[in-house]
């Protein structure tokens, strides 16, 4: 659903635009840093260890929760459509951009000591462990966006600098990738797991094993949808690189994603939202 609504909104920008008189179009790169907010934008790690044989039932459980969090690198890139909705001193502008969109963080463990329920697993997992959850998350993105321009004489116009912006709107996205890596002790952890259910198939008692089961959780798997609140403010300056790629015209603008709905799609802990603050660069052509 949120697919064919993405379609259909470009396709109907599009046919707006191919019928607009002043129809701007460029491409544009952006880089900044994006964090993971929310009320669960910790890292819990579950682990649920079941006993099977003459006693079966539940072991017990190990649960590991980060205490620390880490902004990454965010980038953008992709191309820009702009066309004038309403002229007078200044002027109403519709934008739109359809941009490949990555989001990094980090969620970071510090001797983080593991809770255990049962003796017989303090016993194996009692250890402070320190590590880290690298994620990576690629979106395909489609801001509308109002942007209000200061519109200068034409006299003004000769001179390299070409006027200032605001603009806001709602974005949406649509979830392309999305990668986590333990790092440390973390990956380490759940090494150990694997190593202790192994152990107990081939311990001499053929009667009683154990397995295991990890529970996601919410930043393990996001929703494959998002929606988002972008503000952002800007100039544009001409003539200033002499490169002659297009009308020699660049745009530069400083934007802040905040957003809107929770992401997590895990077994838990699923109230979690992905903010960046970004630095665009857009060449006109």
């Known amino acids: 659903m949120f697919k064919a ?49 003459v006693t079966p039932g539940d ?4 649960v590991l929760r980060s205490n620390d969090r880490a ?30 969109q990555r989001f990094q963080y980090e969620q970071v463990f510090k001797d983080v000591t593991p809770a255990v329920s049962s003796p017989v697993l303090a016993a194996r997992f009692s250890d402070a462990l320190r590590g880290s959850v690298l994620s990576k998350v690629d ?13 200068l004489a034409e006299e003004q116009k000769e001179k390299s600098y070409q006027g200032a912006f605001i603009y806001g709107g709602p974005s949406f996205s649509l979830l392309l990738k999305h990668d986590a890596k333990a790092e440390a002790g973390i ?26 089961q990890r529970r996601n959780s919410g930043s393990d798997d996001f929703v494959k949808s998002k929606t988002d609140l972008v503000l952002g ?11 002659g790629i297009g009308k020699d ?14 992401l997590g799609d895990g077994d838990a802990r699923n109230a979690l939202r992905l903010n960046s603050f970004m630095f665009n660069v857009s060449c006109k052509l």
């Open 233 to 243: 403010a800007g100039f544009a300056l001409k003539d200033i690189f002499q490169f």
């Open 71 to 100: 902004s990454g690198v965010s980038q953008a890139a992709g191309v820009y459509l702009s066309t004038m909705l309403f002229r007078k001193t200044d002027s109403i502008r519709l934008k739109s951009e359809l941009i490949w």
């Open 139 to 151: 979106y395909l993105t489609l801001p509308v966006l109002i942007s209000f321009n200061q519109e």
């Open 59 to 62: 072991l017990g459980y190990i």
């Open 249 to 262: 015209e660049f745009i530069f603008d400083l934007r802040y994603t905040l957003s809107l709905n929770d």
């Open 187 to 212: 990956q380490a952890l759940d090494q150990r797991v694997r190593l202790f259910t192994q152990e107990s198939a081939t311990d001499g008692d053929p009667s009683s094993y154990y397995t295991y």
């Open 5 to 53: 609504r993405l379609v259909l909104i470009v396709i109907i920008c599009s046919l707006s635009w191919l019928g607009a008189e002043n129809l701007e179009w460029g491409l544009k790169y952006g880089i900044g840093t994006s964090s993971l907010q929310g009320a669960d934008r910790d890292y819990q790690l579950r682990y649920d260890i079941t006993q099977h044989g």
